[in-house]
């Protein structure tokens, strides 16, 4: 079992060997009470739970995902850097439950755009689709199927698309 670091004091990354999973998200449980501030709870379900955090020395943002289920497709993506998905920081699992820490992406999802009464240009849906079959392909070189593509797992920020 690994867990992935990021190291904000020394902005170093470094992958931590545990023996057990118990000690693992313990300590990965710890490290976020000490470090992050809750900003707010941005989706939950009967499932999971999703928490905007922010590191408390750096000030940068971050999503928290607390679920039931695999940590499998997380851990195929750390330390994984793609403009077309978030960067997976750090991933704990014991006994079903699975902590994840990645990237905050700002920005609104492309359902919140489309019904906003917003409509993209074929230039830019063309672009959009281009950006989310990048992302796609990543995933699946990695043998990770995302199994609930759709436009609220779509965030839009600036040009670019990014799946989440």
Not at 105 to 131: K, W, Y
């Given at each position: 079992m690994y867990l992935y670091c990021i190291d904000f004091e020394k902005k170093s990354?470094?992958?931590?060997?545990?023996?057990?999973?118990?000690?693992?998200?313990?300590?990965?449980?710890?490290?976020l009470q000490s470090r992050f501030a809750v900003l707010r709870t941005l989706s939950r379900s009967s499932r999971s739970t999703?928490?905007?955090?922010?590191?408390?020395?750096?000030?940068?943002?971050?999503?928290?995902?607390?679920?039931?289920?695999?940590?499998?497709?997380?851990?195929k993506l750390l330390g994984l850097s793609s403009p077309h998905l978030p960067q997976v920081y750090e991933v704990a699992e014991e006994g079903?439950?699975?902590l994840e820490l990645e990237e905050y992406?700002?920005?609104?999802?492309?359902?919140?755009?489309?019904?906003?009464?917003?409509?993209?240009?074929?230039?830019?849906?063309?672009?959009?689709?281009?950006?989310l079959c990048q992302a796609l392909h990543v995933r699946h070189s990695r043998g990770i199927v995302h199994r609930d593509l759709?436009?609220?797992?779509?965030?839009?920020?600036?040009s670019r698309a990014v799946l989440v």
């Open positions: 990354k470094k992958h931590l060997a545990w023996e057990e999973e118990t000690v693992l998200m313990s300590y990965f449980a710890e490290q999703v928490t905007l955090l922010r590191h408390n020395q750096s000030g940068q943002w971050f999503v928290l995902r607390d679920y039931r289920g695999s940590a499998e497709p997380y851990r079903g439950r699975v992406i700002p920005g609104d999802t492309l359902a919140s755009v489309l019904t906003g009464g917003h409509t993209l240009s074929p230039r830019e849906a063309r672009a959009v689709g281009r950006q759709k436009p609220e797992h779509v965030i839009l920020c600036g």
